[in-house]
């Protein structure tokens, strides 16, 4: 039997749209000849959720969302149909957590139990819940972030007009001085603690000559005889009375000049006579004093 063009045209379009219906839910994660196992997720809450949805146990993911569907019982709960890959077990006791990410994609994580023996059978149904986790405690904070919202605007504006004050320009600007000089003064503070460094063994040495030499002067101090040396000089100072009162009297010659005024005047006298003696003596010398060369002349 020969294909006609149109044959081959119709069995293309057929593949292409299988084709295409295979890779849409490959995407989605789901699989057109499926042979997962089936379990059942019921929330009170299932917002964002959706078919496709991934499913994750301990950060792996183990299946999909085929269905969602809403259970008209008087509980009012959202049944999540979820395949799983068949080799995935889950214990008695798992429960399920509605998490969501960064860019706000909703996913399953399964809370795995402890129970390593009795799993559930395909077909059953374990309880749902939603995540508390950082997405949820940002939900809950955006009324106060709302509220505080008007207040940054507020505090940005004020911000501005400090940041376009002249005088914080002129602040940061003495600032940056200031911090210079604290270099600078730094610096002199390490040359001056480098240079004590040098000199201080040289001072210390000095400082223990001195104290040396001031433990040797307090051990001759301490050797001095204070009592004799205080007999001697109360005995000086005996010695000098006794002489002031000699001068003070008329005995002795030092007494007599220093009191007898007819000496005194006897003695200003005898100045004054040779004085004119000697005056004399240098206008005529010829009177004193006769040379001749070739002897004596008669008069």
């Known amino acids: 039997m020969k ?3 149109e044959i081959k045209i119709a069995l293309a379009s057929i593949v292409g749209i299988v084709t295409l219906f295979l890779g849409l839910q490959f995407l989605k994660g789901l699989t057109g000849f499926s042979n ?3 379990i059942y997720v019921s929330f009170s809450d299932a917002t964002g959720l959706s078919v496709s949805s991934p499913v994750y146990a301990n950060g792996y993911r183990v299946g999909v969302v085929k269905s969602l569907n809403y259970d008209y019982n008087p509980h009012g709960k959202i049944v999540a149909e979820v395949g799983l890959n068949k080799e995935m077990r889950v214990p008695r ?3 399920a957590e509605l998490a969501s990410d960064l860019l706000g994609n909703i996913k399953i994580n399964l809370v795995l139990g402890g129970d390593p023996l009795n799993m559930i059978a395909a077909g059953d149904t374990i309880s749902g819940a939603m995540e508390v986790g950082i997405m949820t405690k940002v939900s809950e904070m955006m009324p106060v972030i709302l509220d505080i919202a008007p207040k940054l605007d507020s505090i940005m504006i004020n911000l501005n007009v400090l940041l376009a004050d002249p005088a914080l320009r002129n602040t940061l600007h003495n600032v940056e001085g200031m911090t210079n000089n604290l270099n600078a003064t730094s610096k002199e503070l390490r ?3 480098a240079t004590l460094n040098r000199e201080m063994p040289a001072m210390l040495h000095k400082t223990n000559g001195v104290l040396d030499n001031t433990q040797q002067l ?4 301490s050797a001095v005889d204070v009592a004799e040396m205080t007999a001697k000089v109360n005995k000086t100072l005996a010695n000098v009375e006794q002489m002031t009162q000699k001068l003070n009297s008329n005995e002795g010659t030092l007494g007599l000049l220093m009191r007898d005024k007819s000496l ?3 003695l200003n006298a005898t100045a004054a006579s040779a004085d004119s003696l000697m005056k ?5 010398p010829k009177r004193y004093v ?3 060369v070739f002897g004596k002349k008669d008069k």
């Open 3 to 5: 294909l006609t063009k």
């Open 36 to 38: 997962d196992n089936t």
């Open 93 to 95: 006791g798992s429960r």
């Open 191 to 193: 040359a001056l603690s």
């Open 218 to 221: 307090t051990a001759n101090l």
């Open 264 to 266: 005194y005047n006897n």
């Open 280 to 284: 004399d003596l240098k206008a005529h």
């Open 290 to 292: 006769h040379f001749s």
